[in-house]
């Protein structure tokens, strides 16, 4: 699912090339992407798109008159830019706003649609969708502590919260929870006051660097390579491949369609945590240590 850095980008470009703009037309190629009941899709054309902003993961267009029209990507959404009007590609496309200047569409890779779109016209119904989390780039440390601790979860569950954090998924929490030098697995009610200074430091950093860097790689394009694996990357997406501070074998814990990657030496004293699947299929022969796996793997060759 795209994060911050992404959606970021996303804002950018899509600001760039279309704000001050009326709506020509908005189109459901697929109309199970529509959430709302009313407003109706009349309602929004010809209305000048004043900006597009960020609800947490979820990209919201305002028009004039408190109008807006919110996209969240799910997994597999992406957004797709075709700079002449009208123009878009009928293969995954699900929905499309038609300006003078290019057609923004929304594709769905796979077969499961779990992208959707939210219209509303007033403020106060638009904020239902807002899950209360807190944007880490203005947060203070005693916010972030008092936030981080509001229930005993591990900080794995505790970054991707939406109802805690806002714009932090899968891939990010990884990278946050290295730089920290942090388990995943670690109970936020547990940490003293030098983690949790770490983790606030570490929050900041990561998606302020990410953000940077892809806003340079972009440039002035749109958004084309939109994924949770990144080239540079310190753990995420990176299984058994060497920690780029340690040299140890970046290690997972997998859980329905999602894992969280970690190096063990770095954020855990050298201790590999249980996989559900695996542990429990091993159960004796599981190595709970650096060191036990690696010998394992010397005894493999």
């Not at 990209?59 to 408190?66: M, N, P, S």
């Not at 999602?258 to 030496?265: G, K, L």
């Amino acid at each position: 699912m795209p994060e911050l850095p992404d959606i970021t980008l996303y804002i950018d470009a899509l600001n760039q090339r279309l704000q001050g703009q009326p709506l020509i037309d908005l189109q459901l190629q697929n109309p199970f992407v529509l959430r709302t009941v009313e407003p109706v899709i009349e309602q929004f054309r010809d209305r000048r798109l004043n900006q597009v902003t960020r609800l947490g993961k979820r990209i919201v267009f305002e028009f004039e008159g408190d109008y807006r029209a919110v996209i969240h990507l799910m997994i597999a959404g992406r957004l797709q830019w075709y700079p002449t009007a009208g123009k878009k590609s009928g293969r995954k496309g699900i929905l499309s706003l038609e300006f003078a200047s290019g057609t923004v569409q929304l594709t769905e890779a796979g077969s499961k649609r779990r992208a959707s779109l939210h219209l509303f016209d007033t403020a106060s119904t638009f904020k239902q969708l807002d899950r209360g989390g807190l944007e880490i780039e203005g947060i203070r440390l005693p916010a972030f502590r008092q936030r981080l601790t509001l229930r005993n979860h591990t900080l794995k569950r505790a970054l991707t919260d939406p109802g805690l954090f806002s714009g932090i998924g899968n891939a990010y929490s990884d990278e946050i929870l290295h730089r920290a030098r942090l388990s995943p697995v670690k109970l936020t009610q547990k940490l003293n006051a030098e983690e949790i200074k770490q983790l606030h430091r570490a929050c900041k950093q990561v998606l302020a660097e990410w953000t940077k860097t892809l806003r340079r790689e972009n440039g002035d394009l749109f958004p084309a390579k939109v994924t949770a694996f990144r080239d540079g990357m310190a753990v995420h997406g990176r299984y058994q491949q060497p920690c780029p501070d340690c040299g140890t074998a970046i290690q997972r814990i997998r859980y329905v369609s999602n894992e969280t990657n970690y190096c063990p030496r770095c954020q855990n004293d050298g201790k590999i945590l249980a996989d559900r699947s695996l542990s429990r299929l091993l159960k004796q022969d599981w190595p709970r240590t650096v060191e036990a796996l690696e010998e394992k793997q010397i005894e493999g060759k």
